[in-house]
């Protein structure tokens, strides 16, 4: 599949922002997702974005898209402990067939 | 709606063996995909069906088969089981693109096998 690059491993303090980066190589993706994965558990869909979109909010959950960079993130703010998770972005421009980044290990510290 | 339903939820075979791996939804989807969790690899497309009688491979098919007799159920087949299908399986639906509308893929909570 299309490469979706992710940094491994995100470490900050609670009640700071968390920015996760995710870039891609697909300009074609039509579909973006954030997905969060807690130990031993499923994939929970946090958010998503169209590629028309450039920013969509839900609460404290901020996504920015990029299309000229090819690049998506999302930032949580007021980080909590019960964040502490793997996130994965997920693009597919299908509808059935999501391409996915490695994941993204957030770790929230008190 | 009990969503997407996976079982088993563990599994262990010996090299050789064969065995299905059960995914059932029940919000009348259109699109059923398998994909496999590996460590430090995120998930991968196995294969995927968008309707009842059509089935496609994805990314990484080799060793497995599917089917999708009915819209409800996709199972996965392994028919000898390796060292190298120890994964995370998960089974995910979506109703299908419809222009820009939201389209949610559904996962299962996943069956965790080891081949040994």
């Known amino acids: 599949g299309e490469d979706v690059e992710q940094s491994l491993f995100l470490s900050v303090r609670e009640g700071d922002s968390s920015v996760i980066n995710c870039t891609y190589t697909d300009s074609s993706s039509t579909y973006l997702y954030w997905y969060k994965q807690e130990p031993g558990a499923g994939l929970q869909l946090l958010t998503y974005i169209f590629s028309n979109m450039d920013m969509k909010q839900d609460q404290r959950l901020t996504v920015l898209l990029n299309k000229k960079d090819k690049h998506l993130s999302l930032r949580i703010a007021d980080t909590q402990t019960g964040d502490s998770a793997i996130y994965f972005c997920?693009?597919?421009?299908?509808?059935?067939?999501?391409?996915f980044g490695k994941g993204t290990s957030l770790l929230v510290t008190p | 709606n009990a969503g997407v339903t996976q079982t088993p939820k563990f599994q262990v075979l010996k090299t050789g063996q064969s065995m299905t791996l059960q995914c059932a939804q029940d919000m009348n989807h259109e699109y059923m995909s398998w994909y496999r969790q590996d460590p430090g690899m995120g998930l991968r497309l196995i294969h995927y069906?968008?309707?009842?009688?059509?089935?496609d491979q994805g990314e990484v098919p080799n060793g497995y088969n599917v089917s999708r007799s009915t819209t409800e159920d996709f199972p996965l087949r392994l028919l000898s089981a390796a060292p190298s299908q120890t994964s995370v399986y998960f089974c995910?639906?979506?109703?299908?693109?419809?222009?820009?509308?939201?389209?949610?893929?559904?996962f299962g909570p996943g069956t965790r096998l080891t081949v040994l």
């Open positions: 069906s968008v309707g009842a009688g059509i089935t």
């Open positions: 997920a693009l597919t421009n299908s509808g059935y067939a999501l391409n």
């Open positions: 995910a639906s979506s109703r299908g693109l419809a222009g820009e509308s939201y389209n949610e893929q559904f």
